[in-house]
């Protein structure tokens, strides 16, 4: 790992939840990036709770601090040649993970991921925090 990263929203969720781990390598890695997609999620499952108003505020708070990466031209590239050759291999996976995956292949980050779908991608470095 180059000490370049990219969070997956799994990781970004025990983040926030205070997981002592996944803190404890937040604080020791050099640069941490986010995801547009990541964030799309999360602002998703806040719209969906309970406290929606809150959460939200809490999202906003949270990205202000930290380094976005958006896609641009270059990342739906990487995302058509991903899913494709997901797609001769036989192992499709979501399509937001695909542009998370493509954003990580794209800058070249290490991303970050409790989820082991990723590791069906060929380009792409990966680490994985276990809970």
Not at 68 to 85: H, M, P, S, V, W
Not at 120 to 127: F, H, K, M, N, V
Request: hydrophobic content about 45%; glycine content about 6%.
């Amino acid at each position: 790992m180059n000490g370049k990263v990219l969070l997956d929203t799994n990781i970004v969720v025990a983040l926030i939840n205070g997981d002592p781990s996944v803190r404890s390598f937040a604080a020791r890695t050099e640069d941490v990036f986010l995801p547009c997609i990541v964030i799309g999620e999360l602002f998703y499952g806040a719209f969906r709770s309970a406290r929606a108003k809150e959460n939200v505020a809490h999202i906003e708070a949270f990205a202000a601090e930290r380094s976005i990466l958006a896609c641009d031209t270059n990342t739906a590239r990487y995302f058509g040649e991903i899913k494709n050759q997901l797609r001769i291999k036989g192992r499709p996976i979501p399509d937001n993970d695909l542009w998370i995956a493509a954003i990580a292949v794209q800058h070249g980050l290490t991303l970050i991921s409790r989820d082991d779908h990723f590791r069906e991608i060929e380009r792409l470095s990966l680490e994985s925090l276990t809970p």
